[in-house]
């Protein structure tokens, strides 16, 4: 078997596994789940604001008392 032949079976089984990991990721069954999987990093995101958002409330309050 010469280089040629590996090389150009390594390209094939490369390029298979290629496509099969495109259809598995587009596949119908997987968008649903994929699509919520896309949405965990904004939820987080939009958690960690809203945190922040009540923890400045709570410093901003606790100055307000101290000044009274």
């Excluded at 119908?28 to 939820?43: G, I, Q």
């Excluded at 939009?46 to 709570?58: M, R």
Aim: hydrophobic share 45%; glycine share 0%.
């Amino acid at each position: 078997m010469s280089l040629a032949t590996l090389h150009s079976i390594a390209t094939v089984t490369a390029f298979t596994a290629f496509l099969a990991i495109v259809w598995w990721a587009y596949s119908p069954r997987n968008r649903k789940r994929f699509e919520e999987d896309a949405k965990l990093a904004l939820d987080d995101d939009l958690n960690d604001e809203k945190v922040a958002d009540v923890t400045d409330l709570s410093d901003a309050s606790r100055r307000d008392k101290d000044n009274k």
